[in-house]
T-cell receptor, first 110, second 117 residues
Framework: KQEVTQIPAALSVPEGENLVLNCSFTDSAIYNLQWFRQDPGKGLTSLLLIQSSQREQTSGRLNASLDKSSGRSTLYIAASQPGDSATYLCAVDRTYKYIFGTGTRLKVLA | DTAVSQTPKYLVTQMGNDKSIKCEQNLGHDTMYWYKQDSKKFLKIMFSYNNKELIINETVPNRFSPKSPDKAHLNLHINSLELGDSAVYFC????????????????FGEGSWLTVV
């Protein structure tokens, strides 16, 4: 059974810091891994999708890496801003469904 | 133009009532889902549909009945509501079923906040 864990559960950092969010999954047989952002009272917005054949994806200040063999992905946020404050979730896709991680609640202090 | 829209956004109802949540996607996707997010923010799949056909029913009580009149719509009807049904319900869609290819991004609606009193 696929389990997806995110560490840390919560993180508070001063503005401008570079930070890393972690995602671990127990079954390496995945097709894609996605990172999402969820703002309070809102749905999930896809940030980055890494295909199983890829090692990383970049979008602006965000960089996500994938190591299938070790069952890990990291989301790197450069020069964090208060607007980055949100919950970040990773998800892996297995047969017929996406399985979500437990989430990391990020707060960037001005 | 909202890609995945669901209504209502907020719903407060009494135990024992029956309620429905509607969802529509205008992305031309084949696959739609219902997810439940509990108070701890954990997101768990309830149902997935592909071209109006039920693919996954993730051990959801029979009181929950999804209906897909066409591949752009997936509604959720809940009978005999219980206190434990209080949660946020998210509708989502993707181009195809997970596990059938790479690059399959999933898109979410804004959520429906259900409170059972």
């Amino acid at each position: 059974k696929q389990e997806v864990t995110q560490i840390p559960a919560a993180l508070s950092v001063p503005e401008g810091e570079n930070l890393v969010l972690n995602c671990s999954f127990t079954d390496s047989a995945i097709y894609n891994l996605q990172w999402f952002r969820q703002d309070p009272g809102k749905g999930l917005t896809s940030l980055l999708l890494i295909q199983s054949s890829q090692r990383e994806q970049t979008s602006g200040r965000l960089n996500a890496s994938l190591d299938k063999s070790s069952g890990r992905s990291t989301l790197y946020i450069a020069a964090s801003q208060p607007g980055d404050s949100a919950t970040y979730l990773c998800a892996v896709d297995r047969t017929y469904k996406y399985i979500f991680g437990t989430g990391t609640r990020l707060k960037v202090l001005a | 133009d909202t890609a995945v829209s669901q209504t209502p956004k907020y719903l407060v109802t009494q135990m024992g009532n029956d309620k429905s949540i509607k969802c529509e996607q205008n992305l031309g996707h084949d696959t739609m889902y219902w997810y439940k997010q509990d108070s701890k923010k954990f997101l768990k799949i309830m149902f997935s549909y592909n071209n109006k056909e039920l693919i996954i029913n993730e051990t959801v009580p029979n009181r929950f009945s999804p209906k897909s009149p066409d591949k752009a719509h997936l509604n959720l009807h809940i009978n005999s509501l219980e206190l434990g049904d209080s949660a946020v319900y998210f509708c989502a869609s993707s181009p195809s079923l997970p596990g059938q290819g790479t690059g399959n991004t999933i898109y979410f609606g804004e959520g429906s906040w259900l409170t059972v009193v």
